[in-house]
């Protein structure tokens, strides 16, 4: 259960498109498509921002999308806006009942 | 509008026990797998453990097996973390969060529950 690797930051200016990676093993990433990515601001709660690799929840913007090939998974966030600075967070299953977690990648909008 | 809160954090010394609760309302609780996931201040979130809707499949973070337990009573919609031989690295803010039934995604989290383990 090692935690899935993420960028510490990346960074972007308004308008700009970012992309953050995820990368794990066969035993998580690589094997499930039960990817999600979370968004957390300062002194806030974790909110799901994708799951199933692609899929938005209601609500979330259209300029947030997701991808996954082999054992790494990405987020990718088109038309950056000043709300969008926050920490983004993988999470994947990794069967028998059991989720990890990547290390948290910090967006700044520029 | 679902709520999921949290309480029983506080301060606790090294080898001692903590139980965590989290209240859920607004939503049918049954049908929702739950779990924990911790975060240390400043640092990244950590899933600890989960338990599916009927408490049939249970699964810990190998940093907490053998010595957190997870239950849930789904005639009082309520989730629990029993924490034991506590350890400083234990300290951290502790999330409620909710799995939909067949899906593997966290879909609300609750505010957390701050626990600090130190003598």
């Known amino acids: 259960q090692s935690a899935l690797t993420q960028p510490r930051s990346v960074s972007g200016s308004p308008g700009q498109s970012v992309t953050i990676s995820c990368t794990g093993t066969?035993?998580?990433?690589?094997?499930?498509?039960?990817i999600s990515w979370h968004q957390q601001h300062p002194g806030k709660a974790p909110k799901l921002m994708i799951h199933?690799?692609?899929k938005r929840p209601s609500g979330v913007p259209d300029r947030f999308s997701g991808s996954k090939s082999g054992n790494t998974a990405s987020l990718t966030i088109s038309g950056l806006q000043a709300e969008d600075e926050a920490d983004y967070y993988c999470?994947?299953?990794?069967?028998?009942?059991?989720?990890?977690f990547g290390g948290g990648t910090k967006l700044t909008v520029l | 509008e679902a709520q999921l809160v949290e309480s029983g954090g506080g301060l606790v010394q090294p080898g001692r026990s903590l139980r965590l609760s989290c209240a859920a309302s607004?939503?049918?609780?049954?049908?929702?797998?739950m779990h924990w996931v911790r975060q240390v201040p400043g640092k990244g979130l950590e899933w600890v453990s989960g338990?599916?809707?009927?408490?049939?499949?249970?699964g810990y973070a190998d940093s907490v097996k053998g010595r957190f337990t997870i239950s849930r009573d789904n005639t009082k919609n309520s989730l629990y973390l029993q924490m034991s031989s506590l350890r400083p690295e234990d300290t951290a803010l502790y999330f409620c969060?909710?799995?939909?039934?067949?899906?593997?995604?966290?879909?609300?989290w609750g505010q957390g529950t701050l626990v600090s383990v130190s003598s």
């Open positions: 607004g939503f049918n609780f049954d049908d929702y797998g």
């Open positions: 969060t909710r799995t939909p039934f067949g899906d593997y995604l966290f879909d609300y």
């Open positions: 999470c994947s299953y990794a069967g028998t009942y059991t989720w990890v």
């Open positions: 338990i599916n809707w009927n408490s049939a499949s249970v």
């Open positions: 066969s035993s998580d990433v690589g094997g499930y498509n039960f």
């Open positions: 199933d690799v692609n």
